[in-house]
Structures are given as C-alpha cells and as structure tokens.
C-alpha cells in the first residue's frame, strides 16, 4: 500500500513539474516573439528616414563640384547610410522565421495604448511631400499632391502618422515604373479626413487583397521583382488602427491602386 502510495507521490510530483516547465516555456516563447516583433517593427521604421537622408545626400553630391572640399562629407553620409541599410536588411532576415503561422493575428507592436493627441496634418504631409518628391525625382517618377491648404485637426499620434503614410507613399514609389506618377492627396469631411496615395504602379490582383496587411505576407510578384520584408502595410494598418483610423485599398492589376488612411477630425 505505502509503496502505492509513494509512486503515486513520485507521478504527481513529476506531473506538476512539467506542468511548470511547460508554463515556463510557453512563457517564455511568448516573450520572445513579443519583443522580436517589436524589433522588427522598430527596425523597419529606421527605413523611410534613412532612404531620406540618402537621396539629399545624392541630390547633393550633384551638386558639388569634384574638387570641392565638402564632398567628401556627402560621400561619408553615402557610405555610412549604405553601412546602415546592410545592417538592417541583415537584421531582417530572421524575422519571419521566428513566427509560427498562429503568430501572424498578433500584435505588432507592444500593447499598449497609444496616447492620441490633436494634430497637424500639414506639417505631416508636407514632411511627406519633402522625402518622397525627391525620391521620386530620383527614380524618374512624377510625384503629385492635392493637399487643401487649411486642414483640420486630426486625432492622432505625429510619429505613427509619419510612419504609416510615410509606408504607403514609399510603397506606392516602389511599385511604380519610371514615368508614372505618385498622387498623395487629403480630403475634408464632416467628421474625418480622407488622406490617400494614389499611384499607377503595378496594381495588386484580388486574390491578394485579404491578405494584403498581415505581417510578412508579400504579393507574388512583389516577391519575385521588387526587394521588400512584407512588413510595411502590416506596421502601417496597426499604427492607424491604434489612432482609432481605418486603412482602404483599391486596385487594379497593371493600371496602379491606392491606399487611404480614414482619421477623425479632433473635436
Ligand atoms: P513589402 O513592400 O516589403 O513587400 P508591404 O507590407 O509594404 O511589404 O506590402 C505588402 C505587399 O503589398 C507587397 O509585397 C506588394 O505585393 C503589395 N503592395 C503594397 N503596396 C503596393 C502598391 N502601392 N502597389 C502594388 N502593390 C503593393
């Protein structure tokens, strides 16, 4: 009986230890992936600032004459910008690696809430205008804009905004050819502001579409052609989500699409 009785004991001891060891292992894969997505996303916002300061530093480096004693600085921005760029597509890689199928629902980013403030939308989108006209310039695309000059107040977060839109616009470079045209406009409404980028870029085909804002999915010729991380619309639909927004696409295959960011109007 007491022998019965203490293999028992023995069982249940080594039952409640593994129970423990899985809750320790769950616990911990779980933090794991929750900071790992968080770096990827964090990574991922270092790209629209960096490209920007690439492209001024090759607009200036045109404009500097070869014997002029500041060119070597512009060519150390290039350098050291390239040096940056390899280190984050190094970075990356593993990423997607690191997410189970069942990961790909979860959040981005970390949970909490983000603080929403009023803000301007102008300064914003002209910021916007700035980086990806002379993207634009650089890639033989003709950039457009349709921004009303007095636009109301959004609710919203100033970097999240910069990041989200600043994501379409540089899809919509990406993906367009030489000598279409970019089109980032704002419209007013009662209660929101419609703010869009249009382009005539390669399109995106219907059976692309649910999947179009889930993290790491890439369309299929996006894949083969165009270098990405399949990372930027998920990061951008978070980010308005969290502004209490919604983000639309329209497209079509070979004639161009666009994306728009529905904001409330601040009251
Ligand atoms: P990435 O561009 O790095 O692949 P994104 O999350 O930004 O990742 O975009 C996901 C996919 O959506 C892209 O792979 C591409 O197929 C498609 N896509 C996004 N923006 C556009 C666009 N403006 N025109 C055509 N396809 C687009």
Redesign the pocket.
């Known amino acids: 009986q007491s022998q019965i009785q203490q293999i028992a004991n023995t069982l249940a001891i080594a039952c409640a230890l593994d129970r423990r060891n899985q809750w320790l292992a769950a616990n911990q894969q779980r933090n794991y992936e929750e900071q790992s997505n968080f770096l990827a996303s964090l990574l991922h916002q270092l790209r629209n600032p960096l490209t920007a300061i690439r492209t001024f530093a090759q607009l200036l480096s045109r404009r500097i004459v070869a014997d002029d004693p500041n060119q070597k600085f512009v060519t150390g921005i290039l350098r050291e910008t390239q040096h940056i760029q390899d280190l984050l597509s190094e970075a990356d890689r593993p990423a997607p690696l690191l997410l189970s199928e069942a990961e790909h629902e979860k959040a981005l980013l970390p949970a909490a809430t983000m603080e929403l403030t009023e803000i301007d939308l102008s300064e914003i989108l002209d910021g916007i205008t700035n980086f990806a006209s002379a993207i634009a310039q650089e890639r033989n695309i003709q950039f457009l804009s349709n921004i009303p000059s007095h636009l109301p107040k959004v609710l919203g977060n100033e970097s999240a905004l910069r990041e989200a839109i600043g ?2 616009a ?7 050819p030489k000598g279409g045209y970019v089109l980032l406009g704002a419209d007013v409404k009662p209660d929101t502001v419609y703010i869009y ?1 249009q ?1 005539t ?4 085909p219907d059976a ?1 579409l649910p999947r ?12 083969s052609e ?11 639909n978070e980010l308005v989500q969290k502004m209490e927004g919604s983000i639309h ?1 329209i ?1 079509q295959v070979g004639k ?2 666009t ?1 728009a960011v529905t904001l409330k109007r601040s009251l």
């Open positions: 994501n379409l540089e899809n919509a470079l990406k993906y367009t980028v382009d870029g390669v399109g995106i692309d179009l804002f889930e993290r790491n999915f890439r369309g299929r010729q996006a894949e165009i270098a990405g991380t399949g990372l930027g619309l998920a990061i951008a696409v497209s161009g699409s994306f």
